[in-house]
């Protein structure tokens, strides 16, 4: 089994009461972690970031495609892919290999179908937004039971019939293994003959959404049958925790990591 390269999401993770998130990649570096991720560009400082993952010597795993607004309706097509250039354009200036798509909510005046045809529809452009940028998008279903009632993608097995209708590779799925816990998805089902679509993959514990280890998810054993299964990419550790401090987060890394190796 190849060795585990998790990604904390700075948004949660080594993240202190007043600092600046600089010193968040700082002290992510310091604790051994190669590679971090983030959420919204638009309100932080790129270049900062930039200057201080290569101080660091830190890749960005990825972060997340702006403008967050419901591209389930088609009126929001333009806005949304004029968005998607920019954020590409970040993601390379950072050297991020993935930028995380949501599709926003579900529209009840508008038929279902429609607005599934409508983000085929966009990602097949956004596709030829990202062609020759190295940069894949990774569309992300969310759980609508606790987080994020509404929100129009909440099956994993939806989100990859609309990846095989666009058939594009720089078109796949983020797999969060707490959403689709929450949504009670058979993992064995769900990726049977789809992992090759998977760019990247959250993890947290459930209920709460805390650190690995806090709730009833076996994330060890998730993570074992995806890695035997051939996936390669990061594991991006995005969980709200209860224990403080950079310790907390090594011990999470640490017991996961021997908690999968265990699986062998």
Not at 232 to 245: D, F, N
Request: with cysteine; hydrophobic share 45%.
């Amino acid at each position: 089994m190849p060795q585990l390269e998790f990604s904390p999401c700075l948004e949660w993770l080594f993240a202190e009461p007043g600092d600046s998130f600089t010193s968040r990649i700082e002290r992510a570096a310091a604790a051994g972690f190669t590679a971090f991720e983030f959420w919204l560009w638009s309100n932080k400082d790129v270049e900062a970031i930039a200057r201080a993952a290569k101080a660091c010597d830190m890749a960005v795993a990825g972060l997340v495609a702006e403008p967050l607004i419901a591209i389930t309706d088609p009126v929001n097509r333009a806005e949304w892919l004029d968005g998607l250039k920019r954020s590409v354009e970040v993601a390379n200036r950072l050297e991020a290999p993935v930028l995380i798509a949501q599709t926003g909510n579900d529209l009840p005046q508008i038929p279902r179908r429609e607005q599934k045809a409508a983000l085929i529809e966009t990602f097949s452009k956004a596709a030829d937004v990202l062609i020759g940028s190295g940069v894949r998008l990774g569309i992300e279903p969310l759980n609508t039971t606790v987080d994020h009632p509404g929100y129009f993608l909440h099956s994993t097995s939806e989100g990859f019939e609309i990846i095989e209708a666009v058939n594009r590779d720089e078109i796949g799925l983020l797999y969060d293994l707490y959403h689709a816990a929450v949504m009670d998805e058979p993992i064995e089902t769900v990726l049977a003959g789809n992992l090759d679509k998977v760019v990247h993959i959250h993890v947290a514990d459930h209920p709460g959404r805390n650190e690995p280890g806090s709730g009833g998810i076996d994330l060890a054993d998730r993570l074992a049958q995806m890695i035997e299964a051939g996936y390669r990419g990061r594991i991006g550790l995005e969980y709200k925790p209860l224990a403080p401090g950079s310790g907390a987060v090594i011990g999470v890394r640490d017991r996961l990591s021997q908690a999968v190796e265990d699986r062998r």
